[in-house]
């Protein structure tokens, strides 16, 4: 057979557009393996556990102008995670927080979004006992990305409630960060097919949980409220209970029933993908009167304001 007819006149057509360019990658830096490499390069064995089974764990912090926000709890939360997954890295805290910072100044990004991971990695022989895998760390700085976009920050989000469950607690510590997002995904579809921006999912007792890649709040007369089990502590969630106890703002870790969230005078989410984001519309209807509330834009203007705060944010080291 000729190379010609070998070749389909359409090498493959039930690849639509988006599939067709592998090295349409974000701009920006990735260390792996010992080395820093452009995104496009930064590859894993598909034998790698985290890859196979889900086996890893990571946090994400943020460049706002230039700084690190709040690094000091984001390596703690994935030291953490690392010790209880019982995986070890070459790197100690200052190794990270090094490596992160050369990503960061590498990529030249003054925001970004900056990812630290380790995963169980694999063993030389396919072993099936995980002792045997050698662990690997890796991170990487992208472009900063928000969970909202523009318009959603200013007007609030759609989200619907998915009857989807948070895996529960005792499945998973929810303080190991992980990418256990498989109930997450099909909460956002149900969220898409309703036509909303996001979802949030429930935990095991049928109570408001997390959403994909953010925690959830609510206000009542004045008084907040956030679920208080089976989530990920946010360092966002963390950073609002900071900001409310030096406002003199009550805020407090409960159930929050699917009720009690539609009933609220102000609802927002909390990411360090977006920090606090405001929602407007549950299930096709407006929280309240469906305009961000003044406690929601108070936390926002003081979330980003603190950013310039050297307590709470480090420079980054750029040559
Ligand atoms: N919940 C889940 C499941 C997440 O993945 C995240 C962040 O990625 C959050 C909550 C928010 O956490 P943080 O404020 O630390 O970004």
Not at 6 to 27: E, M
Not at 40 to 68: E, I, P
Not at 143 to 154: E, T, Y
Request: aromatic share 10%.
């Amino acid at each position: 057979m000729s190379q010609a007819a070998a070749t389909p006149a359409k090498p493959f057509p039930f690849l639509s557009g988006r599939h067709l360019d592998p090295h349409a990658y974000p701009d920006g830096v990735a260390f792996l393996d010992g080395q820093y490499l452009p995104m496009s390069q930064a590859k894993v064995s598909v034998l790698d556990w985290g890859f196979l089974h889900s086996d890893a764990t990571y946090d994400t912090v943020h460049v706002w102008d230039g700084r690190f926000f709040r690094l000091d709890l984001h390596l703690d939360r994935f030291f953490g995670g690392l010790e209880k997954l019982r995986m070890t890295t070459p790197f100690d805290r200052d190794g990270v927080a090094e490596i992160l910072h050369n990503c960061v100044a590498l990529s030249g990004h003054r925001a970004a979004y900056v990812e630290m991971l380790c995963t169980r990695g694999a063993s030389p022989t396919f072993s099936r006992d995980p002792r045997q895998a050698i662990n690997r760390f890796m991170a990487f700085a992208v472009p900063f990305g928000s969970v909202a976009n523009a318009g959603q920050l200013r007007n609030g989000l759609h989200v619907a409630i998915s009857d989807k469950v948070r895996i529960p607690p005792a499945s998973i510590d929810p303080s190991i960060k992980n990418y256990h997002w498989l109930d997450l995904v099909r909460g956002l579809y149900d969220a898409y097919d309703r036509g909303a921006d996001t979802a949030l999912i429930l935990d095991f007792n049928g109570n408001v949980a997390e959403g994909p890649g953010f925690n959830v709040f609510c206000v009542k007369d004045g008084k907040l409220s956030t679920p208080a089990v089976g989530v990920l502590p946010g360092i966002t969630r963390r950073t609002v209970f900071d900001l409310c106890a030096e406002a003199g703002l009550s805020a407090l870790a409960a159930d929050v029933s699917v009720a009690a969230l539609k009933a609220a005078d102000e609802v927002f989410i909390t990411s360090t993908a977006g920090g606090v984001m405001p929602v407007t519309t549950i299930d096709g209807a407006p929280v309240a009167d469906g305009k961000v509330g003044p406690i929601t834009e108070r936390l926002m203007a003081l979330y980003w304001k603190r950013h310039e705060d050297p307590a709470w944010s480090s420079a980054v080291r750029y040559p």
